[in-house]
């Protein structure tokens, strides 16, 4: 099919899906961003901070989902989203 081509349609980190039309569609990994065609780089706390919570410190991770959320002191949980921290 379509995304079977070589080179491939997509680039790295991503997968690609056929259109009714028979077109090939990129799209990044989840926990990927950019440019699917030319290859999707790991998120990062630059452009996905609001993943943590606002009571947590966001670092970036060389594993996925690329992100940690630490919790300030005096929270606890696992830093993630609305509910990530609690007092």
Same mark, same amino acid.
């Given at each position: 099919?379509p995304c079977d081509t070589s080179? #491939? ?7 690609? *899906? !056929?259109? #009714? ?24 706390? %630059?452009?996905? $901070?609001?993943? &943590?919570? +606002? +009571?947590?410190? @966001?670092?970036? !991770? $060389?594993? $996925?989902?690329?992100? $940690? @959320? %630490? &919790?300030? *002191? ?8 609305? +509910?990530?921290? !609690?007092?």
């Amino acid at each position: 099919g379509p995304c079977d081509t070589s080179p #491939t349609p997509c680039g790295a980190n991503t997968e690609c *899906d !056929v259109t #009714t039309q028979g077109e090939p569609v990129c799209t990044c990994l989840e926990y990927y961003e950019g440019d699917a065609k030319a290859g999707c780089q790991p998120i990062t706390c %630059t452009t996905h $901070s609001n993943m &943590c919570n +606002n +009571n947590a410190a @966001c670092a970036d !991770v $060389s594993a $996925s989902p690329f992100i $940690s @959320c %630490t &919790c300030n *002191d005096g929270y606890t949980g696992d830093g993630f989203g609305e +509910n990530g921290c !609690v007092k």
